[in-house]
């Protein structure tokens, strides 16, 4: 019996044993959970953890050791969106080469969504980063050209931001979200720090033309069949 299978097993088993009505069903079925929990030494938290999954984007708009700020406001924008949350992780190729992934973890099939749904507006923000770079000027210096790119880029997730539409976790899931958190830094898992964008002369232009063409992003498409996600943004 493989891990997921005797987890669900465990979970059948708790649960009967707090709804049965029937004291003798209800404390065979503890004892058979705590038998199962003792042989694969598993506790109730490793149990509720079966409701969390995880699900990674396929990529990053930033490969960056420290990723840039806009990458941050957009996984608080995913997180919002579907009310999970998410870890900044690497993947490798086959040659070593490393890759910024975004990890989602929550209820159900949310993460799975929400990495979708990140990788669509990755691909967005992209695409408006090397046009708004396209239509700076010839002559406009290198570190003036990336500066302004991510004021333009912060100014486009905070645009998103306005126009994605809220799913609030309960406060069960909330408090299931946090254990899972806590048990990931309790492995190593570190809190990530983003860097701002440089401040230079017509950046908080740039931010207004970011803010403006995020608030015109699009992402209406259902994932996994997945009910009451047709449109994930809100009109405005």
């Known amino acids: 019996m493989n891990k997921e299978k005797y987890l669900a097993k465990i979970k059948k088993l708790l649960n009967l044993a707090r709804k049965s009505t029937n004291t ?8 058979q959970a705590q038998n ?12 509720a953890f079966i409701n969390i999954s995880e699900a990674s984007s396929k ?8 990723p840039p700020r806009y990458m941050g ?25 490393a890759r910024r992934i975004v ?10 969504i929400a990495a979708y749904a ?15 770079i396209a239509s700076l000027h010839r002559n406009t210096k290198p570190a003036t050209r990336t500066a302004r790119a991510d004021q333009f880029c912060e100014g486009w997730a905070a645009g998103v931001w306005e126009v994605v539409a809220q799913l609030a976790p309960t406060e069960s899931e909330a408090t299931l979200m946090a254990a899972y ?10 809190t990530a720090t983003c860097r701002d964008a440089r401040k230079c002369r ?35």
């Open 24 to 31: 003798n069903e209800a404390a065979a079925a503890l004892r």
């Open 59 to 66: 990529g990053a708009p930033s490969n960056a050791q420290t």
């Open 103 to 112: 990890t989602f973890y929550g209820p159900d099939c949310r993460p799975q």
């Open 73 to 97: 406001w957009l996984v608080d924008v995913i997180n919002r969106a579907f009310g999970v949350q998410a870890m900044l992780d690497w993947r490798y190729s086959k040659y070593g080469d």
């Open 36 to 47: 199962l929990m003792k042989q694969h030494n598993v506790s109730e938290q490793d149990v």
């Open 202 to 236: 017509g950046g908080e232009s740039a931010g207004t033309a970011g803010y403006l063409a995020g608030r015109r992003a699009k992402l209406s498409h259902a994932v996994n069949g997945a009910t009451g996600v047709q449109r994930i943004g809100r009109e405005v």
């Open 118 to 132: 990140f990788d669509v507006l990755a691909r967005q923000l992209t695409a408006a980063r090397r046009e708004f």
């Open 181 to 190: 958190r806590k048990r990931q830094i309790d492995q190593g898992m570190q």
